[in-house]
């Protein structure tokens, strides 16, 4: 899991390449830029569907991913706020070299760069410098306001089966 800052960063990147990329086909022609925007928001950012539930300790998120890149998602979690961008997949694109197992649980460290470190990595961290320069990938998109303040740091996201499923422990208030 990263932070959602990253995870925005991620997607305002792509789709930012893709609108100067409108931009260019037109001739650069100034007059169309938020259309292009626009445009390539709605080729690049599919609205994925999240189903989140309360329990008296957690909040719960689930969104099936199926056809998706498991080392294309990328989870981000604030107090309050819930991100997930991932690359869907088409049977051209030839099989994928890191899915995570069944099994393997993704946690969200408050630091990502702390001696020790062993948080799986899911997606690019910001600066990477792999970008497909070839035809623009498609993305999953979600932002949801959680219903409640959530501790990030004990979060835990599992891809398993074509389901996406994200456990939020509720943040303790302080004074308790």
């Given at each position: 899991?990263?932070?959602?800052?990253?995870?925005l960063?991620?997607?305002?990147?792509?789709?930012?390449?893709?609108?100067?990329?409108?931009?260019?086909?037109?001739?650069?022609?100034?007059?169309?830029?938020?259309?292009?925007?626009?445009?390539?928001?709605?080729?690049?950012?599919?609205?994925?569907p999240?189903?989140?539930?309360?329990?008296?300790?957690?909040?719960?998120?689930?969104?099936?991913?199926?056809?998706?890149?498991?080392?294309?998602?990328?989870?981000?979690?604030?107090?309050?706020?819930?991100?997930i961008?991932?690359?869907?997949?088409?049977?051209?694109?030839?099989?994928?070299?890191?899915?995570?197992?069944?099994?393997?649980?993704?946690?969200?460290?408050?630091?990502?760069?702390?001696?020790?470190?062993?948080?799986?990595?899911?997606?690019?961290?910001?600066?990477?410098?792999?970008?497909?320069?070839?035809?623009?990938?498609?993305?999953?998109?979600?932002?949801?306001?959680?219903?409640?303040?959530?501790?990030?740091?004990?979060?835990?996201?599992?891809?398993?089966?074509?389901?996406?499923?994200?456990?939020?422990?509720?943040?303790?208030?302080?004074?308790?």
């Open positions: 899991m990263r932070d959602v800052t990253d995870c960063l991620e997607a305002y990147d792509r789709v930012a390449r893709r609108a100067h990329e409108k931009h260019l086909e037109r001739g650069a022609v100034p007059g169309s830029e938020l259309d292009d925007w626009l445009t390539a928001e709605h080729e690049l950012l599919l609205d994925l999240v189903d989140i539930t309360e329990s008296a300790d957690c909040v719960y998120a689930l969104a099936s991913v199926t056809n998706w890149s498991g080392a294309g998602v990328c989870v981000g979690i604030e107090a309050r706020w819930l991100v961008v991932a690359q869907v997949s088409s049977d051209e694109d030839g099989p994928v070299e890191s899915i995570p197992s069944d099994i393997q649980e993704l946690f969200c460290a408050p630091d990502d760069d702390a001696p020790g470190d062993d948080t799986p990595e899911i997606a690019g961290r910001a600066g990477d410098d792999s970008r497909e320069e070839d035809a623009p990938a498609m993305r999953a998109f979600s932002i949801r306001a959680l219903p409640v303040a959530v501790d990030p740091s004990r979060s835990i996201a599992v891809l398993s089966a074509g389901v996406l499923g994200i456990r939020m422990p509720k943040a303790v208030a302080s004074g308790e």
